[in-house]
């Protein structure tokens, strides 16, 4: 599986972006999906995640409720909408796959970055 990500962009904190993934090779359905995000001097952290068939999400406690995590298993692709965003939701976000029933994220998008202002 390939995967691109695309979307980022400088924002105002309290603003919008969304960022989508875009998903080639292997059946998409059968892939669960993620996004995580590195801020500069930081570990890479988890964001969202959502199943092979968009029926089940989860989010990290920094960005619920203001997160959501699609997926479209006809288009081939994930989005992530962020809405209400901080300063310190600044980051480069990529998205990630992984098999079913594999805990590990296999494949990789390139990155997109996020700046946030105050």
């Known amino acids: 599986v390939q995967l691109q990500a695309s979307g980022g962009g400088l924002v105002q904190a309290g603003g919008s972006l969304r960022l989508s993934c875009t998903a080639s090779?292997?059946?998409?359905?059968?892939?669960?999906m993620g996004w995580f995000r590195q801020a500069p001097g930081k570990e890479r952290e988890f964001v969202a995640a959502?199943?092979?068939?968009?029926?089940?999400?989860n989010y990290a406690d920094s960005v619920k409720g203001r997160f959501t995590i699609s997926k479209d298993n006809i288009r081939n692709t994930m989005d992530l909408q962020m809405n209400s965003l901080k300063p310190e939701d600044t980051a480069v976000y990529y998205c990630?796959?992984?098999?079913?029933?594999?805990?590990?994220?296999?494949?990789w998008g390139q990155g997109t970055l996020v700046t946030v202002s105050s």
């Open positions: 990630a796959g992984r098999n079913v029933g594999d805990p590990r994220y296999d494949y």
């Open positions: 090779g292997r059946a998409f359905s059968r892939i669960s």
């Open positions: 959502i199943s092979s068939r968009g029926g089940a999400t």
